[in-house]
T-cell receptor, first 114, second 112 residues
């Protein structure tokens, strides 16, 4: 079991460029989440999904889009990157037939927008 | 949105007990959690407590929940240098994908 993996680990973008962050989980979890972590602010939920083909907005969704075409993958897109999107991005998954409360986190993607 | 607050720093000596505190504002939370984040890593679930419980003990960890005061604490007994990390409390609510609201995190430093 690899758990939750994220690609890439690091990325530097210029303002206005686009990119996609990939999250994959091999635990057959129903729920998947994207968070961003900024100094002194904890983690804030960007978007989440409660099942394949579904997505929903979290606390800070502006400037991001997501897709969940396959149960095991959750993609986070930035169409036109801004310096305010410089952050560490974490993907998490959770929710299965046995356990619904725990979220498992990936190692993070550090994104810098210049 | 709901606010979850924590103090920023805590420093303890190895072998002492650590107590990390958290206050939250939404009384409808279902579960309350403690996560640990080591440098450069993701978050790892340490323990959780259901909102109708007052206390939960798990080896060196004791969680206390005071629903009246909306106060959650994590006590780490016999704190070791390997416990140095950032600790986040979080709360979740019924319905809608078990979304978590995180506190700002407490940096625990364990000194020899």
């Amino acid at each position: 079991n690899a758990g939750v993996t994220q690609t890439p680990k690091f990325r530097v973008l210029k303002t206005g460029q686009s990119m996609t962050l990939l999250c994959a989980q091999d635990m057959n979890h129903e729920y998947m989440y994207w968070y961003r972590q900024d100094p002194g602010m904890g983690l804030r939920l960007i978007h989440y999904s409660v099942g394949e083909g579904t997505t929903a907005k979290g606390e800070v969704p502006d400037g991001y889009n997501v897709s969940r075409l396959k149960k095991q993958n959750f993609l986070l897109g930035l169409e036109s990157a801004a310096p305010s999107q410089t952050s560490v991005y974490f993907c998490a998954s959770g929710g299965s037939a046995d356990v619904t409360y725990e979220q498992y986190f990936g190692p993070g993607t550090r994104l810098t927008v210049t | 949105g709901e606010d979850v607050e924590q103090s920023l720093f805590l420093s303890v000596r190895e072998g002492d007990s650590s107590v990390i505190n958290c206050t939250y504002t939404d009384s409808s939370s279902t579960y309350l959690y403690w996560y640990k984040q080591e440098p450069g890593a993701g978050l790892q679930l340490l323990t959780y407590i259901f909102s109708n419980m007052d206390m939960k003990q798990d080896q060196r960890l004791t969680v206390l929940l005071n629903k009246k005061d909306k106060h959650l604490s994590l006590r780490i007994a016999d704190t070791q240098t390997g416990d140095s990390a950032i600790y986040f409390c979080a709360e979740s609510f019924t319905g809608g994908g078990n979304k978590l609201t995180f506190g700002t995190g407490t940096q625990l430093k364990v000194e020899l």
